[in-house]
């Protein structure tokens, strides 16, 4: 397998707008992400970008960019159209989509994305979960739950559905986390297609790809990694990265 990581980001969030280039204790939140995903030598990495501003604030880091159509409507579709820009050849069969507003996630979540798709030849598409924060997640829908086939190791599993619903019962209650491994025929039969009936009834993409007939795997790490979509996420990023800078200069 040979994959690549590529990081989807453009500036007009809804919630948050411009924040890719969001000051996170000095350093804008893209080029964290950026440090994360080269830390897990899983491939090369680059920033699919949306706008010039992303792009000139990755190459002053010392990254790749490449710059998109601002107006393509998801991430797997920013990606595809980097992906054709920096490899019309097919050189690389895998595709890691790694979301730009994860400025803090753990290079070891990103290896076990990818180790996925070459462990199980059976996976189309590789993401992650990570356990449920509290009894609240199960009855919030701003909370996606993946119900999964547990393999025997606990750390892998199959995923059968996602759902915003309330999931009921004893059994542990795993969070998605939007990580993404493509094989990168799956991602381009992923984006042939329009949005399914699933998909449109709970605004959830990777319903898509199961009404498809494509198998998702999933990886469980320890927690869910911050993810910033909200001026209070913002604010609590800041406050994590002041104290890892503490704790690495005590």
Not at 14 to 28: E, Q
Not at 154 to 177: E, I
Not at 178 to 205: M, Q, T, W
């Amino acid at each position: 397998m040979n994959p690549i990581v590529l990081i989807p980001a453009r500036m007009a969030a809804t919630r948050l707008p411009g924040k890719p280039l969001a000051d996170i204790a000095g350093i804008p939140m893209i080029v964290r992400v950026l440090r994360q995903a080269l830390s897990a030598d899983v491939g090369p990495v680059a920033v699919a970008a949306g706008d010039r501003e992303i792009v000139d604030a990755v190459a002053a880091a010392g990254g790749r960019a490449v710059l998109t159509d601002p107006d393509l409507p998801s991430g797997s579709d920013r990606i595809l159209a980097a992906l054709a820009e920096l490899d019309p050849a097919g050189a690389y069969d895998a595709v890691i989509n790694l979301q730009g507003d994860m400025p803090f996630v753990a290079p070891s979540v990103l290896a076990a994305c990818a180790g996925l798709l070459a462990d199980q030849p059976a996976c189309d598409i590789a993401t992650v979960v990570a356990p449920e924060g509290s009894r609240d997640d199960r009855t919030n829908p701003d909370v996606v739950k993946a119900v999964l086939s547990m393999q025997a190791d606990g750390r892998t599993g199959r995923a059968l559905y996602f759902t915003r619903s309330t999931l009921y019962g004893d059994q542990p209650v795993w969070r998605h986390v939007g990580i993404y491994g493509y094989r990168r025929a799956a991602l381009e039969r992923f984006n042939a297609e329009p949005p399914s009936p699933l998909e449109r009834r709970e605004k959830l993409e990777q319903l898509r790809a199961l009404e498809l007939g494509l198998s998702i795997w999933a990886a469980v790490a320890d927690e869910a990694p911050i993810s910033v979509d909200s001026p209070s996420d913002l604010e609590r990023a800041r406050a994590y990265a002041q104290t890892s800078n503490e704790r690495t200069a005590s």
